[in-house]
Nanobody, 122 residues
Framework: QLQLVESGGGLVQPGESLRLSCAVP??????IGWFRQAPGKEREGISS????????QYADSVRDRFFISRDNAKNTVYLETNNLKPEDTAVYYC?????????????????WGQGTQVTVSL
């Protein structure tokens, strides 16, 4: 079972930034997605990156504020979250797919991390 480990969450004020990290053993074999789930809400796919890193996708809710990247040498995927808003408060999860370009549909992902909490509040 592939084990993904997220880190980098925390408590920030509106307008601030966080960089989330996702450690993925054998990263070159996977397309990676980031998802989030807020209390009482359904899980939302927010960003994904293809195996070769050339194709990225973003949900409308985070486009132009969040940026996904990958460093295959470090087996790590990053999610830069900028201009954070209270509505970004959620547990953020990364997930791995064997598909080259997996997109934002959670059913296409096979392995999930435990999540990292992001709280945006004054």
């Amino acid at each position: 079972q592939l084990q993904l480990v997220e880190s980098g969450g925390g408590l920030v004020q509106p307008g601030e930034s966080l960089r989330l990290s996702c450690a993925v053993p054998g990263l070159t074999d996977y397309g990676i997605g980031w998802f989030r789930q807020a209390p009482g809400k359904e899980r939302e796919g927010i960003s994904s990156i293809s195996k070769n890193g050339l194709w990225r996708q973003y949900a409308d809710s985070v486009r132009d504020r969040f940026f996904i990247s990958r460093d295959n040498a470090k087996n790590t995927v990053y999610l830069e979250t900028n201009n954070l808003k209270p509505e970004d408060t959620a547990v953020y999860y990364c997930a791995a797919s064997t598909m080259a370009v997996p997109g934002l549909n959670a059913v296409l992902y096979d392995s999930w991390g435990q999540g990292t909490q992001v709280t945006v509040s004054l």
